[in-house]
Structures are given as structure tokens and as C-alpha cells.
């Protein structure tokens, strides 16, 4: 017997942050998979308004344990980019999909998808699915 997929999402306490959690969480119920949630500040700084709060993250953690998903939730404080963080945790536990988030930008900064999403989707060793928000 094969071992539940995993799925890897990078959470921010924002619309898009929460897109990519209901993609997430829509895959893992569709595939009885194992959700890996991933939140960190821009190099760790727990005041950057990415970082979530405690409340945040405790509702997130009710809601899945509800939902019957496996799941865990890390919140690093170390000194790596959001980027590394979300790789770093694909790495450590075999994901088969890594889910981001993505910002409504201008027609100068659509040039570029954002420093840590163009990363994660160029150096991912799995498939990245990139979730806009919903209008």
C-alpha cells in the first residue's frame, strides 16, 4: 500500500495566503493526503505582517482537525526567505505538491511572479500549483 500523498502549502494571513490553503486543503480531501503547512516572516522576523498569529494558526489547526486532514503546521523563526522555508519543508518530507499563493500585481511587476514564488517554482523538485485569490 502506497503512503498518503503529502502536500506542501506556504500560508500567509491574507486572501491569497488563504486561497492556497482551500486549494490545499480541497486536493488533500479529493486524495486523503497529508498537508504540510508552512508560515514564516521574511527571514524570520515574527513582527513581518506574513508571520502568523498563534490565534491564526490555532484556527487553521481546528478547522483541518475537523476535517479529519493530517496535518502539521511549522512556523520557522530561523534566518531563511519564505522560499527556503517552503522547499526546505518539501525536501524534509518527500512532497508530491508544493501549493503557493499569488498577488494581483501591476503590468511592471508581472514581468516578474515575486521573488519567492518565481523560486519555488523554478527549484521545486515536485509540481507547484500557484493559487490566485478570488476576485
Do not use: W
Amino acid at each position: 500500500m502506497n503512503a498518503p500523498a503529502t502536500i506542501v502549502v506556504g500560508y500567509v494571513p491574507t486572501p491569497e495566503g488563504l486561497a492556497a490553503v482551500e486549494y490545499a486543503v480541497g486536493e488533500a480531501q479529493r486524495d486523503n493526503a497529508r498537508l504540510i503547512i508552512v508560515n514564516s516572516g521574511v527571514r524570520g522576523y515574527d513582527s513581518d505582517p506574513a508571520f502568523a498569529t498563534a490565534t491564526d494558526l490555532d484556527a487553521l489547526g481546528s478547522r483541518l482537525d475537523g476535517l479529519g486532514i493530517e496535518h502539521e503546521i511549522r512556523q520557522s523563526t530561523q534566518a531563511f526567505s519564505p522560499a527556503e522555508e517552503i522547499l526546505q519543508a518539501a525536501t524534509d518530507v518527500g512532497a508530491d505538491l508544493i501549493v503557493i499563493g499569488l498577488r494581483r500585481r501591476s503590468p511592471v511587476g508581472k514581468l516578474f511572479l515575486g521573488s519567492s514564488s518565481q523560486q519555488i517554482i523554478l527549484d521545486a523538485a515536485c509540481p507547484v500549483v500557484a493559487v490566485k485569490r478570488p476576485e
